[in-house]
Nanobody, 117 residues
Framework: QVQLVESGGGLVQAGGSLRLSCAAS????????MGWYRQAPGKQRELVAS???????AYADAVKGRFTISRDNARNTVYLQMNSLKPDDTAVYYC???????????WGQGTQVTVSS
């Protein structure tokens, strides 16, 4: 089992920045990929950014150049630095951990990010 606890969401004006954190605990050695997804009202959950144990990263086109995902293995924590935020970034952001075996997904409880225009 893996537990994920997110923090760092909130309300920010367009153009502002926020940093999300996700602390993992439990069977962390089973985790291969960690990432952030988001879900806006009436829309499907979508991948925002991900990072592997090997250091590879991937980003959704909508956030490239504005968001940065990073991982602190000593603290078992993954971060999402979000700059130049837009109202379209408003969503609930979920931390995700995917295991090596069976590609099992664990999810955090979600944190609300609201960007006002």
């Amino acid at each position: 089992q893996v537990q994920l606890v997110e923090s760092g969401g909130g309300l920010v004006q367009a153009g502002g920045s926020l940093r999300l954190s996700c602390a993992a605990s439990g069977n962390i050695f089973s985790i291969n990929v960690m990432g952030w997804y988001r879900q806006a009202p009436g829309k499907q959950r979508e991948l925002v950014a991900s990072t592997t144990n090997g250091g590879s990263t991937a980003y959704a086109d909508a956030v490239k150049g504005r968001f940065t995902i990073s991982r602190d293995n000593a603290r078992n924590t993954v971060y999402l630095q979000m700059n130049s935020l837009k109202p379209d970034d408003t969503a609930v952001y979920y931390c995700n951990a995917r295991t090596y075996t069976n590609y099992y997904d664990y999810w955090g409880q979600g944190t609300q990010v609201t960007v006002s225009s």
